[in-house]
């Protein structure tokens, strides 16, 4: 499978943005898919992951609430809606295969899409 992020952009504080993470190559549904973002000079952080089966969902505390993830298998996308963007939410942002998905974490795997850019600024 393939993975394409897109949907990135320049949004002020308080608005919405909506990313996609197009696959092709395989049915996505056949995976579960995660969310991860990284900021310039700090670690990369997952802020949303959804399983492959019954779409359950997992998210850090510092996006719950506000981002959303889901999935549409007839169009093999999943789903990230950002709501109440904050300025630390600023970062580029990647769409990845999951290794693991467990009660309280998931764990990136080996494929990933290319970021898309979220800048939060007024």
């Known amino acids: 499978v393939q993975l394409q992020a897109s949907g990135g952009g320049l949004v002020q504080p308080g608005g919405s943005l909506r990313l996609s993470c197009a696959a092709s190559?395989?049915?996505?549904?056949?995976?579960?898919i995660g969310w991860f973002r990284q900021a310039p000079g700090k670690e990369r952080e997952g802020v949303s992951c959804i399983s492959s089966s019954v779409g359950s969902t997992l998210y850090p505390d510092s996006v719950k609430g506000r981002f959303t993830i889901s999935r549409d298998n007839d169009k093999n996308t999943v789903y990230l809606q950002m709501n109440m963007l904050k300025p630390e939410d600023t970062a580029v942002y990647y769409c990845a295969t999951l290794r693991y998905y467990g009660d309280h974490e998931c764990l990136p795997g080996v494929i990933w899409g290319q970021g898309t850019q979220v800048t939060v600024s007024s």
């Open positions: 190559g395989s049915a996505l549904h056949n995976y579960a």
